[in-house]
């Protein structure tokens, strides 16, 4: 099958220690479950994408840290995806000066597609995530959320 975009992001990130924790709210305990799940994965078999996002606490993050749904146009979404995968693939590609281990495999994302808002905004806040969990930066601008 054809897939115009397919991301593995697999890392090697120290395991989170669970403390006590008690819940007091249904916000709570939807910030919890999304903890929990560290797997985001989207895929539309009309358009044959599939993007696979393996992060501990990128759930989490998106859940409780991220900008909501809606915040970010879809052309600002594209046009900054754009340039942080040119980024990563660069570094890609040049695994003797960046950790392999944090850049795995390239991105097949293309400008002219519309993968639709729910991709572009998963992928730009996967994109801010690394930057700040990682310290590093992909682009001329720092991350923020």
Not at 60 to 76: E, I, K, L
Not at 119 to 138: A, S
Request: with cysteine; aromatic share 18%; hydrophobic share 35%.
């Amino acid at each position: 099958m054809k897939k115009l975009i397919y991301i593995l992001f697999i890392s090697v990130v120290i395991l989170n220690c669970n403390t006590t924790k008690q819940t007091t709210s249904k916000k709570d305990e939807r910030l919890e479950n999304a903890k929990e799940n560290d797997t985001v994965k989207i895929a539309n078999e009309e358009l044959e994408y599939e993007i696979i996002i393996i992060e501990p606490g990128f759930n989490f993050w998106v859940a409780s840290r991220a900008r909501p749904r809606g915040f970010y146009s879809q052309q600002y979404l594209e046009n900054r995806n754009f340039q942080y995968v040119l980024e990563w693939n660069q570094r890609v590609l040049q695994p003797q000066q960046y950790n392999p281990q944090l850049y795995e495999m390239q991105i097949n994302y293309q400008q002219n597609i519309d993968y639709g808002y729910e991709v572009n905004y998963l992928l730009y806040n996967y994109f801010i995530y690394f930057q700040m969990t990682y310290n590093q930066r992909l682009g001329p601008w720092a991350p923020r959320i």
